[in-house]
C-alpha cells in the first residue's frame, strides 16, 4: 500500500520500506540530521499509513467511551485526548487518538492495528453508531519542531495560537480545507494536518515553500522512533502490546477508572488494588552499545527481572537509552541493571527519570 505521498518520498529519495503493509520512508537524509532537525527547526512527517476511523450516530459517545480508558464524555468540541482501548484482561489493543468533532469522533490509531481495532469494534459493538474506516480516504501530515507554528502560518488563514495543545480547529492551508490539531509525538511544538488525500500534491510542496527558510526537512520512521523514545512515549507492538496492562506502563493518566463502566475495568481495578508486580522504566546504558529489544535485564546478582522494550541511540543526548519492564522492586531511579544480549554480551546501565529529553518546546495549556 501507499500513502498519498508516495511519488514525494520518491522524489526526495527517501529509503523506502515495508511498514506493516504501507511503502514508508525509513529516513531521507539520515536518522540523526532528520532527528535533529525537529528538535532545533521542524520536519515534515507522512503519517497518513495511521489508521483514521470515524464513530457516528446517536449513541456514538457512549460506545467510545465504553470502549476507551480515558474520560471521553468530558471531551469539549474539537478537543482531542491520548487513550487506550483495552482487553476484558487489561492488556492493551491499542493506543489512539480520540477527536471529539461535534457531530461525530475521529479515532485515530496505529497503522499495525488498523484492521484489529476495526475488527475489535465491530465486535463490541452497541447501541446506534456507525463505524466509518476513512484511513484511505484522508492523508495525514504531522509537521513537528520549534518553527512548526510560524511555517504553518505562512500558508493558513487562521491564528494558530488559539490552538491548544490537545485541541484542533478547522482552518484552510494552503487555501485547502483541513482539520489542524495541536498535536504529535515528538515532545516539540507542532501540528498534525487531516484533509483530503485529493489535497496531497498540493499540501506537500506548499509546506516546504513555506519552510523553505526554515530549513525544513522530510522525516521518515527512524526519526520518529527516537523522538518518541527520547520523551518516553510508548511504541504498540514494543513497550505495550495485549500483554502488558497501562498501569504498569505508566500510562495510569488516561485509565479513569471512576468514569463508569468501560472495557478492562473490572481487571484494572484489580491489578491497582493488588500492586504492580512490574514497571516500565527509562534506562541509560553505560558505553556506546544499545541494550536492544528483547535483551534480557539482570540485577546485580545477574537473575533476570525482566526485558527491554525499546532501545536506541539518543541523538539530543548523545548516549544509549531504552525503556523496559522490571519487577517493580527494581523500578526505583538510580537502580543498576544489567542487559544481557541473546549473544551473550552484558551491557551495564541504570534507571533514570523519564522523559529522557526535557528541553522540547512541546506546548500545553
Not at 140 to 162: C, D, F, V, Y
Amino acid at each position: 500500500m501507499r500513502t498519498p505521498f508516495y511519488d514525494f518520498h520518491c522524489q526526495w529519495q527517501g529509503k523506502m520500506i515495508d511498514f506493516f503493509g504501507f511503502e514508508m520512508p525509513l529516513y531521507y537524509q539520515g536518522i540523526i540530521p532528520e532527528h535533529l532537525a525537529v528538535r532545533n527547526s521542524c520536519g515534515l512527517f507522512d503519517v497518513s499509513h495511521m489508521g483514521r476511523v470515524e464513530i457516528r450516530g446517536k449513541d456514538a459517545i457512549n460506545f467510545v467511551d465504553f470502549v476507551t480508558t480515558n474520560a471521553v464524555k468530558e471531551l469539549k468540541p474539537y478537543q482531542a485526548q491520548y487513550s487506550v482501548f483495552c482487553y476484558e484482561s487489561g492488556g492493551i489493543v491499542d493506543d489512539l487518538v480520540v477527536y471529539n468533532l461535534e457531530d461525530h469522533f475521529l479515532l485515530v490509531v496505529n497503522a499495525s492495528n488498523r484492521e484489529k481495532d476495526i475488527n475489535w469494534l465491530k465486535k463490541n459493538l452497541s447501541g446506534e453508531v456507525e463505524i466509518i474506516d476513512r484511513t484511505f480516504e484522508i492523508a495525514q501530515l504531522a509537521l513537528q519542531g520549534p518553527k512548526a507554528e510560524e511555517i504553518l502560518g505562512k500558508i493558513t488563514n487562521s491564528s494558530l495560537s488559539e490552538i491548544k495543545f490537545y485541541w484542533a480547529k478547522r482552518v484552510k492551508v494552503a487555501e485547502v480545507e483541513c482539520l489542524v490539531s495541536r498535536t504529535g509525538y515528538t515532545g516539540e511544538d507542532g501540528f498534525e494536518l487531516y484533509f483530503s488525500k485529493d489535497e496531497a500534491p498540493k499540501i506537500w510542496p506548499a509546506l516546504f515553500n513555506a519552510g523553505k527558510e526554515f530549513n525544513l526537512v522530510p522525516c521518515g520512521l527512524g526519526a520518529r522512533n527516537t523522538l518518541r523514545l527520547e520523551m518516553r512515549y510508548c511504541l504498540y507492538g514494543n513497550d505495550i502490546t495485549a500483554e502488558t496492562d497501562p498501569l504498569s506502563a505508566g500510562l495510569g493518566f488516561v485509565v479513569k477508572l471512576n468514569k463508569g463502566d468501560f472495557i478492562g475495568k473490572p481487571a484494572l481495578e484489580g491489578i491497582k488494588k493488588g500492586g504492580l508486580k512490574r514497571k516500565l522504566v527509562g534506562f541509560e546504558v553505560a558505553g556506546e552499545r544499545v541494550a536492544r529489544e528483547h535483551f534480557k535485564i539482570l540485577n546485580e546478582k545477574r537473575e533476570e527481572i525482566g526485558f527491554v522494550t525499546s532501545g536506541s541511540f539518543s541523538p539530543s543526548l548523545k548516549k544509549p537509552i531504552g525503556l523496559g519492564y522490571v519487577a517493580i522492586e527494581y523500578s526505583e531511579i538510580g537502580t543498576p541493571l544489567f542487559f544481557l544480549s541473546p549473544r551473550g554480551e552484558e551491557l551495564k546501565g541504570v534507571v533514570v527519570k523519564t522523559p529522557f529529553y526535557k528541553m522540547g518546546s512541546l506546548k500545553r495549556g
